[in-house]
């Protein structure tokens, strides 16, 4: 089987994938003199016992350990302010962000602040904030738990204001981690609420870029072979789960990240604003949303529709098919269809439609969304 040993890849960053990688981590730390990383994740990872195995493991090959686990699960500035803090008071050398995106995230933030101490939002990717990233950055690895934003893989990290809950974006190619241990076996114990919502927002991630109006050739390519994996792989990876389910969606969970690069759309819009206004979780967010959103984009577009329903082996090769396939995955794995399921309610839909239209994401959607139609899908969904 080819998942139950250690490869590696590169694109760019180098990939450590396979059942074990995980185990590599000491010998890569000390291999690089890296002798006290700080380590960030998330409360609930910071508590399972492969999270202790891992940190037993460092230990006891004399690397010095600093763990930093104090942020939210939507993250926000003051949790990167508080990581820094931790990095300046304990003396750290490195940074190892464990977890799904929202530790990874965060880490990659810290990352950017150690030696750009101007205010956070001032790096804002949105405003052009990109060019002060201009600095040397500490040695980042990552390990994703999760199989959902990619952000292992990443170069970029969307962190909320405090108070106003808008979401910033931080980038820049300094930003990627040096390396990857991507080790399915970590992801074995999710429940399945996790694997459903994170495996649909690797599913969002591949459709939209796919869908995104920006030219990557070489993204399409890698979305349409992430949807077939998740095809083949994220039912199983919730109901019944096995090394092969959990190895595909952990590729197809990088392969997304990958190709947005590209660009999101409409889905994620209208999922920002239910993290930022209710905290919903952003992957159970976009999983309510997506067929939605896929249907709102269909016309105009069949050809592209008719490429994923190919991806999807559907027997009719429309737009409709792929909305009708994304209502019945979810039904499978224990999503619900409705926007009232997930106690968004008729008065905040009006909020909900305003920061919608003011999210990033949208703009690059293959068609133009107004705040009405924000409103009109909204309303549609809940």
């Not at 350990?65 to 942020?71: K, N, Q």
Request: charged residues 25%; contains cysteine; glycine residues 6%.
């Amino acid at each position: 089987m080819i998942f139950d040993k250690v490869h590696q890849f590169n694109f760019p960053t180098t990939i450590r994938f396979g059942a074990g990688a995980v185990k590599e981590l000491p010998a890569y730390l000390r291999q690089n003199n890296l002798k006290a990383p700080l380590i960030v994740t998330d409360p609930t990872i910071a508590q399972l016992p492969f999270f202790k195995n891992i940190i037993d493991d460092l230990k006891s090959n004399s690397i010095s350990v600093e763990v930093f686990s104090d942020i939210h699960k939507n993250p926000v500035k003051s949790d990167v302010y508080k990581g820094t803090d931790a990095w300046d008071n304990t003396k750290r050398d490195s940074i190892v962000g464990i977890g799904g995106g929202a530790a990874l995230d965060v880490a990659r933030s810290i990352v950017l602040r150690i030696n750009h101490r101007e205010d956070l939002f001032k790096y804002d990717d949105l405003i052009g904030g990109d060019i002060y990233v201009t600095n040397e950055v500490p040695h980042f690895v990552t390990v994703p738990t999760t199989s959902g934003t990619g952000s292992e893989v990443g170069r970029s990290a969307v962190i909320s204001d405090d108070m106003t809950h808008q979401k910033k974006i931080l980038f820049s190619p300094k930003l990627l981690a040096k390396i990857v241990f991507a080790d399915p076996l970590l992801t074995m114990e999710l429940p399945p609420f996790i694997t459903a919502a994170t495996g649909m927002d690797a599913l969002t991630h591949n459709m939209e870029a796919f869908l995104a109006k920006n030219y990557h050739p070489i993204c399409d390519g890698i979305a349409l072979e992430g949807i077939s994996l998740i095809k083949d792989s994220l039912e199983k990876a919730t109901n019944k789960p096995d090394l092969e389910s959990r190895s595909q969606m952990l590729l197809a969970s990088m392969m997304g990240a990958i190709a947005f690069q590209k660009g999101l759309g409409v889905v994620h819009s209208l999922a920002h604003p239910l993290s930022a206004l209710l905290d919903t979780h952003h992957g159970l967010a976009n999983a309510v949303n997506i067929p939605y959103g896929m249907k709102f984009n269909i016309a105009g577009f069949e050809d592209k529709f008719r490429r994923i329903a190919r991806a999807l082996e559907l027997k009719e090769e429309t737009g409709d098919a792929v909305v009708k396939y994304l209502f019945d995955l979810n039904s499978k794995i224990s999503i619900p269809h409705r926007l009232r399921d997930i106690q968004v309610k008729e008065e905040h839909l009006e909020t909900l439609a305003d920061l919608a239209f003011a999210d990033f994401a949208h703009p690059n959607n293959p068609k133009p969304v107004s705040r009405k139609d924000f409103r009109g899908l909204y309303g549609e969904a809940l």
